[in-house]
């Protein structure tokens, strides 16, 4: 499988911006899927943004038109870009890179916390 290090979380005011980094290593070559997640308090993991290895992505609705998730093959790194951040894009932000031949499937960064307050 792969390991995974998220950087670039922290605290930010409503309408700021601010880019998560995910570098991976390891078994890279067979990474199917990378992508962000994230879990706010007393709330259920969900997904924000994905990108598979043929480069399509995809956005979860409520982050559509804000967060832009790329990746630099030569660096294995995958970004996301938070733009017009809310409260509520507050939570715990986690990287992962999936394939479904892998046993667990998922591999799960550490988490990096992003807080949108004034």
């Known amino acids: 499988q792969v390991q995974l290090v998220e950087s670039g979380g922290g605290l930010v005011q409503p309408g700021g911006s601010l880019r998560l980094s995910c570098a991976a290593s390891?078994?890279?070559?067979?990474?199917?899927?990378m992508g962000w997640y994230r879990q706010a308090p007393g709330k259920q993991r969900e997904m924000v943004a994905i990108?598979?290895?043929?480069?399509?992505?995809n956005v979860a609705n409520s982050v559509k038109g804000r967060f832009t998730i790329s990746r630099d093959n030569a660096k294995n790194t995958v970004y996301l870009q938070m733009n017009s951040l809310k409260a509520e894009d507050t939570a715990v932000y986690y990287c992962?890179?999936?394939?479904?031949?892998?046993?667990?499937?998922?591999?799960w960064g550490q988490g990096t916390q992003v807080t949108v307050s004034s």
């Open positions: 992962n890179a999936f394939n479904p031949s892998w046993v667990p499937r998922d591999s």
């Open positions: 390891g078994n890279i070559f067979s990474i199917y899927r």
């Open positions: 990108i598979i290895s043929g480069g399509s992505t």
